[in-house]
């Protein structure tokens, strides 16, 4: 019997995707369709090679922030965050300098674009255009999506994880994961203290100047990716591509559920493609961080400089399970630091020659500004 699921999942996919063509057109022909959508991601590479990453909605029209006032405002507005339709089978041009190429979206409307850039692309960030072809591509605005190129400049990359790890999400307590995920305005929420400073720290490394890439990893669903997105550019968190999850029916099976081992399939693909590069991961001991990443440094030897683990309160019964991954960590050649905080780990990092040390007294600065910040909040 397991070895019929694949199949009945691919076919439960199918299935869902030809109800909502169908779905789409009755609501059409009954003129309550609303207009379509492309929401573009960032995405990554290399000047050799790199991903364009997109998809394609019905535009649900979510109330601003700003204008939401009640919980029942923000119920309503998460529900449309996540009650997504997505497109299947669209056609996208996308065009960046003097090349175009042409893709097709997935069952759940997915784009997914590997590429190569024009000649002579330099690192840094870059921006290509994203045109709807089909269906009902006309009055479709283009859209720019941004493609972060990491080149010979780089001296690392750094790849982190989001929940609890840069935003107190509540991971380990089922309840309050639900209300931070459905209920909770990011534009309210506050990063860990001094993460903006400590990454982009990490971002400029030992030379001040070197423009490392840093890659957001999350079990957190897609449907959140701009409210994500809002988040850092707010807290001025430095930007990079946010690799989720898709929530729902897939190919794979249905999440959210199975643990959080699709974390490892999107730090494989980042490690895979830039190849070139070693990398630092960051996470936090209330999930299987340390796990996935013990199981990165076994599979990339070589590879990762450390594994910085940020300790959540109520894990420390996970005392010993972290000991054995820091052995197993440390016998592959690589090393786990738990931190309480991200002076601890600005130190580390300065220490071991990731950072410049003038960048440690800027990462105590904004801690003790964040932490105020955050009590101010508590209080009011």
Request: aromatic share 8%; hydrophobic share 40%; proline share 7%.
């Amino acid at each position: 019997m397991p070895d019929l699921y694949p199949l009945l999942f691919r076919f439960a996919v199918k299935a869902d995707a030809h109800y909502d063509v169908l779905s789409r057109r009755v609501r059409k022909g009954l003129g309550i369709a609303p207009p379509l959508r492309i929401l573009p991601y960032r995405g990554y590479g290399t000047p050799e090679r790199v991903v364009i990453k997109a998809r394609v909605l019905e535009e649900r029209k979510v109330t601003p922030q700003r204008q939401r006032h009640t919980l029942w405002s923000s119920a309503v507005a998460s529900y449309k965050r996540y009650m997504t339709r997505e497109i299947a089978s669209a056609h996208v041009a996308v065009r960046w300098g003097d090349k175009r190429w042409e893709g097709v979206t997935d069952e759940e409307g997915f784009l997914e674009l590997w590429v190569p850039p024009p000649d002579g692309v330099r690192s840094g960030w870059h921006m290509v255009e994203l045109e709807l072809l089909s269906p009902e591509a006309e009055g479709v605005p283009h859209v720019t999506a941004p493609v972060r190129v990491a080149g010979t400049s780089a001296e690392l990359g750094v790849i982190s994880d989001i929940d609890d790890t840069v935003i107190a999400t509540g991971v380990t307590d089922p309840l309050k994961r639900a209300w931070a995920l459905f209920l909770t305005e990011h534009r309210v929420r506050l990063p860990f203290p001094g993460v903006d400073a400590f990454y982009a720290a990490l971002q400029a490394g030992a030379s001040g100047t070197a423009d490392n890439p840093i890659f957001y990893v999350s079990s957190s669903p897609w449907n959140l990716y701009e409210h994500l997105d809002e988040f850092l550019s707010i807290h001025r968190i430095p930007i990079g591509p946010l690799l989720l999850r898709d929530w729902g029916l897939s190919r794979d099976g249905f999440a959210p559920g199975g643990g959080h081992g699709h974390k490892l399939d999107k730090i494989r693909g980042v490690l895979e493609t830039l190849a070139h590069l070693p990398f630092v991961l960051i996470g936090d001991s209330g999930q299987e961080d340390a796990e996935h990443y013990r199981t990165i440094v076994r599979e990339y030897p070589g590879r990762i400089r450390c594994v910085y683990i940020r300790n959540v309160p109520g894990s420390s019964k996970r005392g010993e399970e972290m000991q054995a991954i820091a052995k197993d960590i440390r016998d592959a050649g690589s090393e786990l630091v738990v931190v309480d905080d991200t002076v601890a780990a600005a130190r580390h990092a300065a220490r071991a020659g990731w950072i410049r040390w003038e960048e440690v007294p800027e990462v105590e600065a904004h801690r003790r500004e964040d932490a105020a910040r955050s009590a101010l909040g508590e209080r009011g």
